[in-house]
């Protein structure tokens, strides 16, 4: 594998021919990414010159484009994130529940980011809920962590939650914690049927809200009758809901949330090889035993199908509900603790994980070959002037 190929290679090689070609259907959101990810960690964006006094090492450090899309830049947030994220955890089994958008929906939602991705968030947080809390089931009020993801191995557009949902939460009239079963969270199938219904009928609010847009190959949908034959269809068919067994405990719960919660379409880690037409990389056959395998796709097809998983602006791919929504979490918490008779966790920093490493890499401010601490000689200004990224740029 050649050393360092990164996407952004494929997009400084082919992205301008790129653009050219698809002038006419290229989105200012995927423009954006492009631009961003060519720019990140070059003299573009502009940067410093650092030396050690220790050995004499002279580098420079370009600026990071912090575009959420980008492979290279999600370590920081990511290790900002699971930092913050270390006190909401609690010593009760965590479960990984998945819903799934089916190929009919997922088309419509291509077309319909931002109002069909937030029906799914809504959709799945409300069918947990609605389950744990009633008495036949668990009975109690629960908090998940819902984490957005529109793609699969070979980078299609499949849209999909992960919900990392805490075992058990207050009664509630707030008076008891009620656990699950061991090893069981809530019925795949009353799930799923739920999920449906929730989600279609959303769907269906939507449409009528005159908030959804048909084009190309789906634009005779804009027709009431033919809309409503597409939702006839679908109430039919089973809806995807994956739960799995419940992580080791709270540590693993914190490793697991890193894997998700930042990730893009495609790792660098994963491109085996660039030539002048065609890109490859390696992927994972789920349906065979999470057999290795390695697709060869054209350079232009490869940038297609990565700028399919781009997400509108402002839109938040991390979501919280139950006793961990953002409104009210730290009462929630300070409750499920005493409801637990458990005292709240040390405060404890995480490490910044890096995207070819694992966390342990050496810290920026000290020198490669010596350990010594680097010192700053210059400040690089930009080559081009550059649009500083938006907040939600960076989550």
Not at 136 to 159: D, S
Not at 251 to 268: D, E, M, P, W
């Amino acid at each position: 594998m050649p050393a360092g190929l990164e996407v952004a290679d494929v997009f400084r090689r082919h992205g301008d021919a790129y653009r050219q070609a698809h002038d006419g259907h290229l989105g200012c959101v995927e423009r954006r990414v492009m631009g961003a990810i060519e720019a990140c960690r070059t003299a573009a964006l502009g940067g410093h010159a650092e030396a050690c006094p220790e050995c004499g090492l002279v580098r420079c450090a370009y600026n990071s484009c912090r575009n959420r899309h980008c492979p290279k830049c999600q370590g920081a947030a990511r290790a900002e994130w699971l930092a913050a994220r270390q006190a909401d955890l609690l010593p009760v089994p965590y479960f990984h529940v998945v819903f799934t958008l089916p190929a009919p929906v997922a088309e419509i939602a291509f077309q319909n980011k931002a109002v069909v991705y937030a029906i799914l968030f809504k959709a799945a947080a409300e069918t947990l809920r609605i389950i744990a809390a009633d008495p036949k089931h668990l009975g109690a009020e629960i908090g998940l962590v819902a984490v957005l993801h529109t793609w699969g191995q070979t980078l299609h557009h499949h849209p999909h939650v992960h919900c990392v949902v805490p075992g058990g939460g207050p009664s509630i009239d707030g008076t008891r914690w009620v656990g699950c079963r061991p090893g069981f969270f809530l019925p795949v199938r009353v799930l799923s049927r739920l999920f449906r219904r929730l989600f279609l009928d959303a769907l269906a609010a939507a449409f009528e809200a005159g908030t959804l847009g048909f084009f190309g190959d789906l634009a005779p949908l804009a027709e009431p009758a033919a809309f409503h034959h597409r939702l006839r269809d679908l109430r039919r068919v089973e809806w995807v809901v994956y739960a799995k067994p419940p992580f080791g405990g709270p540590a693993q719960v914190l490793a697991y949330l890193g894997r998700y919660t930042h990730r893009v379409a495609i790792s660098n880690t994963r491109l085996v090889a660039m030539t002048g037409r065609d890109v490859t990389f390696r992927w994972k056959d789920y349906r065979h035993h999470d057999k290795a395998k390695v697709m060869t796709l054209a350079s232009f097809e490869f940038i297609r199908r990565f700028l399919l998983h781009t997400v509108p602006d402002g839109f938040h791919r991390i979501r919280h509900y139950g006793f961990l929504a953002n409104s009210h979490r730290a009462g929630k918490l300070a409750l499920c603790r005493k409801l637990l008779d458990v005292p709240p966790p040390a405060p404890t920093v995480a490490e910044e994980p890096t995207d070819r490493s694992p966390l342990a890499s050496p810290p920026l401010d000290r020198c490669p070959c010596c350990g010594g601490a680097m010192i700053l000689l210059a400040v690089l200004p930009p080559l081009r002037p550059h649009r500083p990224p938006l907040r939600y740029d960076t989550s």
